[in-house]
């Protein structure tokens, strides 16, 4: 993967993944309610359309080529990509034409999660949509962090609580922090497929 991704960066692509810092999504904790999807396979559910399979091409060992047809999670460009897949599921209005924008919420996406926050009608009813886009799509969504027009729940490693408006680290995202401080103290160096855990 690695050549694949010095390959992208030679050519001058820099992924374009729009995350903002975490304060920039606190306004919601001020909304009555909330839904969040997290997509169930993320990037492997991604297929690669035939006629692009060439920029994901790699040789083995032996010699040997190979393309492969579904999205790599190690692949420079796989966040962009899952991003944008994301925001145009979920209709934000960035990414999609305005007939299809949801504007009676605020839509948060971060890389394959999706969050709406606002009154608990409008909640609910983008989430039924974006329910049936996913099942038009088969998408699927992680249960464990599927939550529809909740007031407590997990979202980009922040507990929100829509009742008393506070937000506060999750207890997820602590444990894993703890785990990794642990594994750092007996290995000084961490690779970077065990750095990327810490976020899911």
Same mark, same amino acid.
């Given at each position: 993967?690695?050549?694949?991704?010095?390959?992208?960066?030679?050519?001058?692509?820099?992924? =374009?993944?729009?995350?903002?810092?975490?304060?920039?999504?606190?306004?919601?904790?001020?909304?009555?309610?909330?839904?969040?999807?997290?997509?169930?396979?993320?990037?492997?559910?991604?297929?690669?359309?035939?006629?692009?399979?060439?920029?994901?091409?790699?040789?083995?060992?032996?010699?040997?080529?190979?393309? &492969? &047809?579904?999205?790599?999670?190690? =692949?420079?460009?796989?966040?962009?990509?899952? =991003?944008?897949?994301?925001?145009?599921?979920?209709?934000?209005?960035?990414?999609?034409?305005?007939?299809?924008?949801?504007?009676?919420?605020?839509?948060?996406?971060?890389?394959?999660?999706?969050?709406?926050?606002?009154?608990?009608?409008?909640?609910?009813?983008?989430?039924?949509?974006?329910?049936?886009?996913?099942?038009?799509?088969?998408?699927?969504?992680?249960?464990?962090?599927?939550?529809?027009?909740?007031?407590?729940?997990?979202?980009?490693?922040?507990?929100?609580? *829509?009742?008393? *408006?506070?937000?506060?680290?999750?207890?997820?995202?602590?444990?894993?922090?703890?785990?990794?401080?642990?594994?750092?103290?007996?290995?000084?160096?961490?690779?970077?497929?065990?750095?990327?855990?810490?976020?899911?």
């Amino acid at each position: 993967m690695l050549d694949g991704n010095r390959a992208a960066h030679e050519r001058g692509y820099e992924a =374009h993944v729009p995350l903002g810092h975490v304060s920039a999504y606190l306004g919601a904790s001020r909304e009555e309610c909330g839904s969040t999807r997290d997509f169930k396979t993320g990037f492997y559910a991604i297929e690669i359309p035939p006629e692009s399979r060439h920029l994901f091409r790699f040789a083995d060992s032996g010699g040997g080529w190979w393309e &492969l &047809l579904r999205l790599p999670m190690g =692949h420079s460009c796989a966040p962009e990509i899952m =991003h944008t897949l994301a925001a145009v599921a979920g209709g934000h209005a960035d990414y999609v034409l305005p007939q299809f924008a949801e504007r009676d919420v605020t839509v948060d996406i971060w890389v394959d999660n999706i969050r709406y926050a606002g009154k608990r009608s409008a909640v609910q009813l983008a989430t039924r949509r974006l329910d049936q886009t996913a099942a038009d799509c088969d998408l699927t969504w992680k249960p464990s962090d599927s939550q529809t027009a909740a007031t407590r729940y997990e979202f980009i490693g922040v507990d929100w609580d *829509h009742v008393a *408006h506070r937000v506060a680290v999750s207890r997820k995202l602590r444990r894993k922090l703890m785990e990794a401080r642990y594994t750092l103290k007996s290995s000084p160096t961490m690779r970077a497929s065990e750095l990327e855990t810490l976020g899911g």
